[in-house]
């Protein structure tokens, strides 16, 4: 064969993995002058027909490209309809088999989460049609996650289909996909099952009566101030209108340490009637809702039937009066923490005497803010008018009949308070983390059994 006539062509690939095929081809050209037998362990030359072998003249080099998944071919004109041909048949999508199929334990992660955003990102890589529903903040952020693997191993790192399927009772993920394919995936599976941060929310729910000085409540006035070497998101100012505290009123921020709060709440204590509804403690996973809930649910008459052998029946429905909170927290990597706040409070104000039924006041607010990780984050607003009818009368002269209207009097007293909510996270990222707050919070324990048993109000025990 001339020299003249010697080309060169790059052949891509679909399926078969360039350097297995490059291989494959060698062995069929060094035997393209033998009997061909039927191949019967991995890794032998499969049968080609002789006839397609016997086209072949001179030398042909195959020379595997990764970067481009495909095949570089050297050989004579004539050559390349056969090599062509003979690559088409080979390059063809693998029946599932045991080295197609692989069983991934997940450490940290759900099965059917990471299974789900796997499946979406292989489907917009193939072009499939992506899944429509919603996608849950954590998923998306996996998402993410897995893309950044892909983005710095290239959409040509995984080649053909890759199937994942969640199972759910050893939370594991079946993959079936071409052999070349798992070490990327593993790598893909290493962003995706990590331990997700916690946070520790504390709350602590009271209610402050507001006097003719703060009768108006919070007077708010925001003014955000973002900086990237600032430890606070935004100032909060606001009157107490406590003028024994401060003259000029009690101004506060979103307080870095806890312990500013113990300071605000005791000022509080001491200048209004300060009234802790709930003090609740709860952990949450990233990006996963954590509710809260304390109360009772009281019976509420609904109907009221008569019948001739049980006389008077009454049926009663029963409604929550509770203190509801609801906190869904979004860590990222320098421990700030995003909040969705959502708090409904729901109380008897009154009782009706003709209906002879309680009066049920809700309040309910939703907001969400940023903070640092051990800031307090304080909201307040929800005002509420407690109405009480009160009689004022002259002892013994105001009972007497009828003469007694002269000597009592009938008013109605509103009283007006404000629910004040502080919320503040700790971020629990290892477990050093979660045994260092569990000595805390065990100290803190102690010293008021301490405390208890030196004002002598140590609860008795249980006989």
Known sequence: VREENILIEIIPLKYADETELANILKQVFVQRKTKVRKPQKKGEVPVISQEVLRGIVGE????????????????????LEVVRELIYKLDQESPPSADNIRVFPLQNGKAEEVAGVLNELFASMGGKEKATRPRKVKEKVKLEAAKEVLGKEGI??????????????????IITTLPQNFPTIKRLLEKLDVRSPQVLIKALIAEVTLTDETKFGIEWEYSG?????????????????LSSF???GFKYSIFKESEDLNALIQALAKN??????????????????????????????????YTETSGTVKSYDYKDVAIELTVTPTINKNKDVALIIHQVINKISAYDAELNAPILATRESQTSVVVKDRQVIVIGGLMRDDKTKVVSKIPLLGDIPILGLFFRKHHTEIQKTELLV??????????????????????KSKKISIRLEQEGLEPEEEK
């Open 60 to 79: 042909v080099t195959v020379i595997p490209d990764e970067r481009l998944h495909s095949l570089i071919i050297i050989t004579a004109e004539p050559n």
């Open 246 to 248: 401060i003259a000029e």
């Open 272 to 305: 209004t009637e300060f009234n802790i509804l709930s003090a609740p403690c709860v952990l949450a996973s990233d990006n996963e809702e954590a509710k809260i809930k304390i109360g009772e649910s009281i019976p509420i008459l609904k109907d009221v039937s």
């Open 156 to 173: 040509g790192a995984l080649e053909g289909t890759v199937k994942v399927v969640a199972d759910k009772r050893t939370n594991s993920l």
């Open 225 to 241: 101030r973002w900086s990237s070497s600032s430890d606070i998101t935004g100032e909060v100012s606001a009157t107490w209108g």
């Open 422 to 443: 502080f919320i503040t996270p700790y971020v629990i990222t290892t477990p050093e983390d979660a045994d260092a707050m569990t000595k805390r919070e065990m100290r």
